[in-house]
């Protein structure tokens, strides 16, 4: 398999990487935004708060600055408008994950399961861990087998994913106790079963079987309490919605859809640094 990496230079990468960064978190084609799951004003994709809109400017042939100090002026305010571009984009996508971890939250208090959930922004979107505690586990201990209470949580959260224009990686961890016959079964196994096992019942609910885009066993590689590795809140199911430059970037390092992020990025670079030589 040709790695889709390859086919742009390191360069283009950094540039691609920084280009993406600078996107909506939720600034794909699909169905709706996130502030559609509240009242939350939002800026459109790619404009620039009142307070700090551009003034108009003559067309860019005619503009001839005459003096060094008039030149990095521009470029100062050019680098201010940029600079403010970002920050509203980035205040805009915390807003919209704040928003949809309220909604999850409300389901997961009707479903009396808030203690076994946690919540927290990343830079690649929202995480959702659902664990394990003393008093309930999600699944039959040392099997796949999905406990009522966890399927119907489920269930309720199929729809919610399923409104959002974002994918998801669902991944499964177990605790540090091993199976007796390790090489027949082992924690590995039982990891990926139950990620598997989620993604079953959220697409049995009603959620598109192309909203996951991929399905991890992470064993107890990653344990969330390592000073006690057998603990109930290493068992956990976590589901991760992805920005879109997230998914962007891992398409480009997966899969043949890859191709059809590299070229446009790279021509949306390409433009971009027309543009600011033209400025100049």
Known sequence: MKL?????????????????????IFSGNGMMPL???GKVAVLESGALPAEVKAPPTAPAE??????????????????KLANDKRVALKDKSVRELGELATVIN?????????????MEIVPQGLRILIKDDQNRNMFERGSAKIMPFFKKLLIELAP????????????????????????NYNNWNLSGDRALSARRVLEQAGMPVDK??????????????EGEPNSAENRR?????????ASDTLYQFFGEKGEKVVEPAVKRVAEQSHVTAGIR
């Open 106 to 118: 409300a389901i997961a208090e009707k479903s009396h399961m808030q203690s076994n959930m946690e």
């Open 4 to 24: 889709i990496v390859n086919s742009v230079s390191e360069k283009d990468r950094k540039n691609i990487v920084a280009a993406l960064n600078d996107q909506s």
């Open 212 to 225: 996951v885009m991929q399905v991890s066993a992470m064993s107890d590689r990653m344990l969330l309490n």
């Open 237 to 245: 199911i976590e589901i991760m919605i992805l920005t879109q430059s």
């Open 35 to 37: 502030n559609n799951l």
């Open 160 to 183: 919610v994913f399923d409104s959002l224009d974002n994918k998801l990686i669902i991944s499964g961890h177990t605790d540090a106790m091993q199976y007796k016959d390790g090489d």
């Open 62 to 79: 005619t503009v001839k600055p005459t003096s060094t100090a008039s030149v990095d002026k521009a470029q100062a305010l050019k680098a």
